[in-house]
């Protein structure tokens, strides 16, 4: 943000709902994508007094950012998508194609974003079956990651094979087990490596103490909701599918995020993003890097976005001096 600032652009970084100060709906329906985008709206035409703006998403944020393209394109003109390819339009919805990829109940692979639907009755009981899509507004994920915020960011940030986090000094997972039973029914943090003192140089140990802090404030429910709209999203797109993304797009993902392994690598990824963009302008693939690209290799991607954003300004409405976000 400071980066664009810099170079005479207006960057802003809202809180999505469910994040930081921003207000947390209890009910998961209230983080679907297309209530999401209602409120980029709002921001954008009614807080910045805009009718544009140039788009940038990572993981999540790139997941709803491709949707928003297609929801509001007069609004979002261009897009820079991070990390994830688009996810709609699918034969079935993600949560089928997960379960039916790592199977369901108590003999089904863990898999988080399955573990995320998972939900609990008000008493404590199960709502629903491992491999099934949510059935209740609160499950055992955020009550798991509420309960050690910092070991849960320090884990999920420290994750991958890049040599920036090489020389960490880890703790061994203390589940081994794939199955979803292994470990007394354990959640995800216990079968992560814990990473309880050292932090790579693109995490500095005040920006962690910052988002400790905000995650916090908000706690994980608003983030554990977004993939509790997977099959929501997938039906609210569902008139979308043959349609592609028509604004000018750039990716950025690392080449060794794991979610770039999951389409089988790069040139998977690339196949994938391209099936879905009609002015595909670049697919950045950035070496010895992981998930977190932009604070990964800030330099690199810094350098993308402004030639990006730079060569599209004139997309936005309204005066370029006053106007360029």
């Known amino acids: 943000m400071l980066f664009l ?11 999505m709902r469910g994040f930081g100060a921003s207000d947390s709906p209890r009910r998961r329906q209230a983080f679907d994508s297309a209530t999401l985008c209602a409120d980029m709206v ?3 035409r009614q807080e910045l007094r805009r009718e544009s703006c140039l788009l940038v998403g990572h993981d999540w944020g790139a997941i709803l950012a491709w949707q928003f393209c297609l929801f509001e394109p007069a609004c979002f003109v261009a897009l820079c998508a991070m990390s994830v390819p688009p996810m709609y339009g699918t034969p079935l919805s993600p949560i089928e194609h997960f379960a039916k990829l790592f199977g ?12 995320h639907n998972e939900t609990t009755h008000e008493d404590g009981s199960k709502a629903n079956g491992y491999g099934e899509e949510a059935a ?9 990651y509420d309960g050690d915020v910092e070991g849960t960011l320090r884990r999920l940030y420290l994750l991958g094979t890049q040599s920036s986090l090489a ?4 703790e061994k997972a203390t589940v081994a087990g794939s199955a979803r039973a292994d470990g007394g029914h354990a959640g995800w943090l216990p079968r992560l490596p814990a990473v309880p003192q050292d932090l790579p140089l693109w995490l500095p140990a005040a920006d962690l103490a910052y988002f400790v802090e905000q995650y916090k404030l908000s706690g994980f429910r608003g983030g554990v909701n977004l993939y509790r709209n997977f099959k929501r999203n997938w039906q609210l797109t569902k008139h ?5 993304v028509q604004q000018p797009v750039l990716f950025v993902a690392g080449a060794e995020d794991n979610v770039v392994h999951s389409y089988g690598g790069i040139e998977g990824a690339q196949r994938a993003v391209e099936a879905k963009c009609t002015q595909l302008e670049r697919c ?8 977190w690209c932009q604070q990964e290799n800030a330099e690199e991607v810094n350098a993308a976005l402004l030639d990006f954003v730079q060569r ?9 001096a006053t106007s360029r976000m």
């Open 104 to 115: 369901s109940g108590d003999a089904g692979l863990f898999f988080y974003i399955l573990y």
């Open 5 to 15: 600032a810099r170079n005479g652009f207006r960057a802003v970084a809202p809180d």
């Open 167 to 170: 020389g960490l000094r880890r």
């Open 312 to 320: 599209h300004q004139g997309l936005l409405a309204g005066s370029p």
């Open 136 to 144: 209740t507004d609160q499950g055992p994920a955020e009550a798991e």
């Open 42 to 44: 709002a921001l954008l």
């Open 240 to 244: 979308f599918t043959g349609s592609v």
């Open 284 to 291: 950045l693939f950035l070496e010895d890097t992981g998930h």
